[in-house]
């Protein structure tokens, strides 16, 4: 497992670092900072999911491995909205329907 701290999302609730002290601990202000390089052996899975879950404003994530089959699938939905929009003969086809 392995995680980043978004510490420009951090509140300082400081619950992270009650939960997985080995991984997260307070800077002078209360604000969290990452200790280490971010991986997560097993054996601490699940403290740091627990500080991962219990985060208020979910500035820790964990960042998955990329899957191959993952560059083939579109970022975004490409099909037409307009294909599925019903609308009567005078309406345009961008408007406001009923």
Not at 55 to 65: S, W
Request: aromatic share 8%; net charge negative.
């Amino acid at each position: 497992m392995r995680i980043k701290l978004d510490r420009t999302l951090c509140d300082g609730f400081g619950i992270c670092a009650k939960h997985a002290p080995e991984y997260f601990s307070l800077d002078d202000w209360g604000y969290a900072k990452l200790e280490g390089s971010g991986d997560v052996p097993a054996q601490d899975r699940d403290a740091v999911m627990r500080a991962l879950l219990d985060c208020p404003v979910h500035a820790i994530l964990e960042l998955g491995e990329r899957r191959p089959d993952d560059d083939h699938r579109p970022l975004v939905d490409t099909a037409d909205p307009a294909g599925s929009l019903k609308t009567e003969d005078n309406e345009a086809q961008w408007g406001f329907t009923r």
